[in-house]
């Protein structure tokens, strides 16, 4: 009995009165049912799998659950448009006028009025690439220069010559955003004045939402605000807006607008000071030799920091932050965060080409690089 636990007690009982015959061909049959109950099982569990390949195949992923939905919205890797320039990049950049980096004097009188009427333009970003920007004065990013001293007060207008609303937030104002930094629909303007409490560099930019793409369609720019007392005297002083691209297309063919995945991933295409990759190798900034060169540089981002470094010298007096109160000297590299200014000073006494650099060499390599021309070295920089 203990040699067939398969059989049922009924059915063993019948036959335990019969012949060993009768037993083992009862046990051939149970074997052979077992054997048929395990390839049909197999069968039907084959039948399912393929069942469920199939729908897997023709209904969407969120159907199933929210965990593959996830997975499956991962995005492609984003397409890169870094280097891609016109033909004859050279003859192009030589042809492009570069940005006037000059600070522009200090208005006379208290009250310091300033008037921008933003434009929708295409501009030239790097040689033979496009891009459609909101542009704050009619020319591009970044914006004028604002430049005043402390004490007096800014009366700014924006006027708004675009197809969307736009709006202006300066970092030296101290003043309700949700009163002076409104929204200003198209067609009209608005005012507001602020005083010029705080000396400094300052970023001013669009803050009308999603402001990552306002900034990173060109609205931005530099207000210096001098301190009651002045800083030590410099002989060239030069404003540098550093900030990044992210293009949907190559911008040669047709101008690129704003690919905003990009702008979200941190991935940019061309990265630049005041607006063009590379402007100032071609078109150095320049001094004489023993000159006081002061560069005042705000990193406009949308998101990424510049790191500010001169080659071939050290930063004589760095006003970290923008903090005109006090410098440090003789430092290397400075951190400028995305939103914030800060000002150098070098003083070079040998004649040469000295490149100012993002020392995050991602950025020198998409086009945040510029050369300071000492003197009239002969050549040209070769690295
Ligand atoms: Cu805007």
């Known amino acids: 009995m203990a040699t067939y636990p398969a059989t049922s007690p009924r059915s063993y009982k019948r036959h335990d009165d019969g012949s060993g015959v009768g037993v083992k061909i009862l046990a051939l049959f149970l074997g052979l049912a077992v054997g048929v109950l395990v390839i049909v099982s197999a069968v039907l569990i084959k039948i399912a799998d393929d069942a469920r390949d199939d729908e897997a195949a023709v209904t969407p992923p969120a159907a199933h659950d929210h965990a593959s939905h996830e997975s499956s919205s991962v995005s492609l890797p984003l397409q890169s448009f870094a280097g891609v320039t016109g033909e004859n990049a050279e003859e192009l950049a030589k042809a492009h006028a570069a940005t006037n980096a000059a600070l522009p004097p200090v208005p006379a009188g208290e009250l310091v ?3 921008m009427t933003l434009k929708d333009m295409v501009v030239e970003i790097a040689p033979g690439v496009k891009y459609n920007t909101w542009a704050f004065d ?10 005043v001293r402390q004490g007096q007060t800014v009366e700014m207008t924006l006027t708004n010559g675009g197809a969307i609303p736009h709006s202006i937030d300066f970092h030296a104002a101290r003043i309700a955003p949700n009163v002076a930094f409104r929204d200003v629909a198209p067609g009209e303007s608005f005012t507001f004045r602020f005083k010029a409490t705080d000396s400094g560099v300052f970023m001013y930019h669009c803050g009308t939402k ?3 793409a306002h900034i990173a369609n060109g609205m931005y720019g530099a207000i210096v605000v001098d301190p009651a007392t002045p800083l030590p005297k410099a002989d060239k002083e030069y404003v540098l807006v550093a900030s990044e691209w992210y293009l949907n297309g190559d911008g040669v063919s047709a101008p690129a607008s704003l690919d905003m995945s990009k702008a979200r991933a941190m991935q940019p295409d061309w990265t630049t000071f005041n607006g063009y990759a590379n402007q100032y190798v071609t078109h150095p900034l320049t001094a004489d030799p023993g000159e006081t060169v002061r560069f005042y540089v705000v990193a406009a981002g949308p998101t990424l920091d510049t790191n500010f470094h001169v080659v071939g010298t050290l930063l004589d007096r760095a006003w970290v932050n923008g903090d005109m109160s006090q410098f440090e000297r003789n430092v290397q590299t400075v951190g400028v ?3 914030g200014g800060a000002v150098f000073d070098v003083k070079i006494d040998d004649e040469g080409l000295y490149p100012f650099v993002s020392h ?7 086009g945040q690089v510029g050369l300071l021309k000492v003197g ?8």
């Not at 009619?138 to 430049?147: E, L, Q």
């Not at 995050?360 to 998409?366: K, R, T």
């Open 210 to 212: 999603p402001v990552l």
């Open 337 to 339: 965060p995305a939103g």
């Open 113 to 115: 009025k300033v008037h």
């Open 360 to 366: 995050a060499f991602a950025h020198v390599d998409l």
């Open 138 to 147: 009619g020319h591009g990013a970044p914006g004028p220069v604002v430049h």
């Open 376 to 383: 009239n070295p002969p050549g040209t920089m070769s690295h």
